[in-house]
């Protein structure tokens, strides 16, 4: 029950959160934002509270793992966005993701292999990350666009709690990376502003996983030792910063792209 109230809580803030920051900074920033473990983080807390530190850690490998499939699922999103309708993206994306999480799910490594794996993967898939136009398309969005936004992922994450509620720790930490807000965002920016500003916002997405995967890293290194509440502080502070330095890079690498 806690678990659902505390979804219940932090999907409409984080979705309208995102959105803000989407309309004042640019869609790569609401990608920067929905690419944290802002809904996965509070959640696997709690879990550990309901399960203990063991089963924890244990979903905390798996998620990790889930963090490529989420990077997937967006570059197959933003490969077809400029040619298919957004719904045919979005079920290509499922696909891929729910393909990948399969194939994940079918190996059991030891977690610094998990994380060096993951992380070589988001290089890989970020390299082949689509091209983009720096444009901006100035539109007032409609009335309905927040609110469905927030009744859509509050809708997706209560269905994929009660799914998962009977999977094992790994399944259930692969699946806790289904790309919610990915999907919710990436086919509203879709629509409302083009494939250019869906490619930026999953680009986003795809770059603050690797802060995502360092969070839990952490996680799974030190709760069995350090103790729940310490160990997702240091998780948080690890994630932002790692969150800073990549986003420090991106940018310096932007603005050299720029001048070339």
Request: proline share 3%; glycine share 8%; charged share 10%.
């Amino acid at each position: 029950m806690q678990i659902i109230l505390l979804k219940l809580i932090l999907t409409p803030l984080l979705t309208g959160a995102a959105t803000w920051a989407g309309r004042k900074y640019g869609h790569n920033v609401s990608g920067l934002l929905i690419g944290l473990p802002l809904n996965a983080g509070p959640i696997a807390l709690f879990l550990a509270l309901q399960h203990g530190e063991t089963f924890a850690s244990q979903s905390a490998k798996g998620i990790i793992l889930g963090a490529v499939s989420l990077a997937i699922y967006s570059i197959v999103y933003a490969a077809l966005s400029r040619k298919l309708h957004w719904l045919l993206c979005a079920l290509s994306g499922w696909v891929a993701y729910l393909s990948a999480t399969f194939l994940f799910n079918q190996f059991s490594l030891e977690l610094l292999p998990i994380f060096f794996l993951s992380v070589l993967m988001l290089l890989f898939l970020l390299l082949l990350f689509p091209k983009y136009k720096e444009e901006d398309i100035s539109i007032i969005p409609p009335s309905w666009d927040l609110p469905l936004r927030v009744i859509l992922a509050t809708l997706f994450i209560l269905g994929l709690t009660y799914i998962s509620g009977n999977l094992g720790s790994n399944l259930s930490g692969l699946l806790s990376t289904f790309p919610i807000f990915g999907t919710i965002f990436a086919v509203t920016t879709h629509y409302l502003y083009g494939s250019n500003a869906c490619i930026r916002l999953l680009r986003g997405v795809i770059i603050s996983l690797f802060s995502f995967v360092v969070f839990f890293l952490i996680l799974a290194s030190f709760i069995q030792t350090l103790g729940i509440g310490f160990t997702f502080w240091l998780a948080t502070g690890g994630c932002f910063i790692s969150q800073g330095i990549i986003v420090f890079w991106e940018r310096k690498w932007q603005d050299r792209k720029k001048d070339l």
